[in-house]
Nanobody, 121 residues
């Protein structure tokens, strides 16, 4: 079992920044960030390996969001800059021992409780 605990969400004005953190209870191959807005499906945001390699981000956030992780630490970060109202959602940290399908939420076995991000216009 892997336990994930997110933090760092909140209310911010458009153009602002937030940094989300996710602490994992043990090492696992890949960590991901997903988000779900009201009435919408959960969507991929970003992902990275436990060692901090092979980061990927969705086109909708590329250039604004950065996923990072230090190999010796149990925490993965999502730095979110130039936030837009459409970024408003509950953000979830997820983890899995997978090498393929890394953008598909169904492939992630472990999930955090989520943290709310609200961007006002």
């Amino acid at each position: 079992q892997v336990q994930l605990v997110e933090s760092g969400g909140g209310l911010v004005q458009a153009g602002g920044s937030l940094r989300l953190s996710c602490v994992a209870s043990t090492s696992i191959w890949r960590l991901g960030w997903f988000r779900q807005a009201p009435g919408k499906e959960r969507e991929f945001v970003a992902t990275i390996t436990w060692s901090g390699d092979k980061p990927e981000a969705a086109d909708s956030v590329k250039g604004r969001f950065t996923v990072s992780k230090v190999n010796a630490e149990n925490t993965v970060y999502l730095q979110m800059n130039v936030l837009k109202p459409e970024d408003t959602a509950v953000y979830y940290c997820a983890a899995a021992n997978i090498v393929g399908g890394i953008r598909n939420s169904r492939n992630y076995a472990y999930w955090g409780q989520g943290t709310q991000v609200t961007v006002s216009s």
